[in-house]
């Protein structure tokens, strides 16, 4: 004996849901990708800034830390001397697609200024454009009532 159902077929929507939730994700994905994105290099302490800084598809990341016999220089996270540095500089210039890119110049807050102008120079001396990075600046709603004040 064969049963049969005596009920319409109805499914509305119900095909439609795993489509709607693979758009979902997708987007959801697409909207919180840049958050997990980071910088390359090594970790230092920013002085703040109030400027949004763009993203780049092309970039160099060259960090001045505060050590104890001086700055530490760092491509990524190698560690280099400023010699080395100039020279890896020097052999991405000559690549069609790296003498294109920015240099992101990180610096730590208690590195010297002479030090960052040295290492500015160097890097402006070879062609390339350089942008400093530094951390967000927070807003600080009880700074600006003292300074009203």
Not at 11 to 23: E, K, N, R, T, V
Not at 25 to 32: A, D, G, N, R, S
Not at 42 to 68: C, N, W
Not at 85 to 103: G, H, P
Request: proline share 4%; no cysteine; net charge negative.
């Amino acid at each position: 004996m064969k049963l049969e159902t005596t009920l319409e077929e109805r499914p509305g929507f119900m095909h439609a849901l795993p489509l709607f939730d693979l758009f979902m994700t997708v987007t959801i994905l697409l909207l919180l990708g840049p958050v997990f994105l980071s910088q390359g290099g090594v970790s230092v302490e920013l002085p703040a800034s109030e400027f949004q800084m763009q993203r780049y598809d092309k970039s160099i990341v060259v960090t001045l830390h505060t050590g104890e016999a001086g700055p530490q220089i760092y491509i990524g996270r190698e560690a280099v001397s400023l010699a080395d540095l100039q020279t890896r500089l020097e052999v991405m210039k000559s690549d069609e697609v790296m003498s294109r890119a920015i240099v992101l110049l990180k610096t730590d807050i208690g590195t010297s200024t002479g030090a960052q102008t040295d290492i500015i120079n160097l890097i402006l001396r070879l062609g390339f454009k350089v942008a400093l990075v530094g951390k967000a600046e927070v807003k600080n709603p009880e700074k600006i009532e003292k300074i009203d004040e």
